[in-house]
């Protein structure tokens, strides 16, 4: 798969690493921004943060829609 923000671009050759979680297109290196979240699962009643975080990944058009 190639890199949607690249091909956008004219260079129709660059290599995605990896789907946005958000909205599905494939990125690159360059438009791939990897973001940190906390995972929490149910025990008996109460949610259970886990100590340590998760990675997702998104391209830059979900990261700015997500940070405005």
Do not use: K, N, W
């Not at 599905?24 to 438009?31: I, K, V």
């Not at 025990?43 to 997702?56: C, H, K, Q």
């Amino acid at each position: 798969m190639h890199c949607y923000d690249c091909a956008q671009d004219g260079r129709q050759e660059t290599a995605g690493i990896g789907a946005c979680t958000r909205c599905g297109l494939f990125t690159c290196a360059d438009h791939a921004q990897i973001l940190r979240t906390t995972v929490q699962r149910p025990i008996g009643v109460i949610p259970m943060t886990s100590v340590r975080p998760a990675r997702r990944l998104v391209c830059g058009a979900c990261r700015t829609a997500e940070a405005s």
